[in-house]
């Protein structure tokens, strides 16, 4: 079993920043990518950026240049967030790529306040 805990979440003003961690446990074998994604209310969920295993990391438009994934460990990661605006308001998910089967964590609140 694969445990995926995020943690970090929080209120915090427009232009301002925030770091949330994730953390994955339990029987990994080998984790081929790690990345966040968000969901806001009335939203489908919505891809953040990934890193890659001894690999690249990558980034959607709308967060390139204000948000930088890094690895803390193996098993954990960490989402900088800076520059926060009130459309980053959202539900904040880690998710674990092992082989063929991914992992999802319970999500973390992110509200920006304008």
């Known amino acids: 079993q694969v445990q995926v805990v995020e943690s970090g979440g929080g209120l915090v003003q427009s232009g301002g920043s925030l770091r949330l961690s994730c953390v994955a446990s339990g029987s990994i074998s080998s984790i081929a990518a790690m990345g966040w994604y968000r969901q806001a209310p009335g939203k489908e969920r919505e891809w953040v950026g990934s890193?890659?295993?001894?690999?690249?990391t990558n980034y959607p438009d709308s967060v390139r240049g204000r948000f930088t994934i890094g690895r803390n460990a193996q098993n954990s990661v960490y989402l900088q967030m800076n520059s926060l605006t009130p459309d980053d308001t959202a539900v904040y998910y880690c998710?674990?790529?092992?082989?063929?089967?991914?992992?999802w964590g319970q999500g973390t609140q992110v509200t920006v306040s304008s």
């Open positions: 890193i890659i295993t001894n690999g690249p």
């Open positions: 998710n674990l790529v092992e082989g063929t089967r991914d992992y």
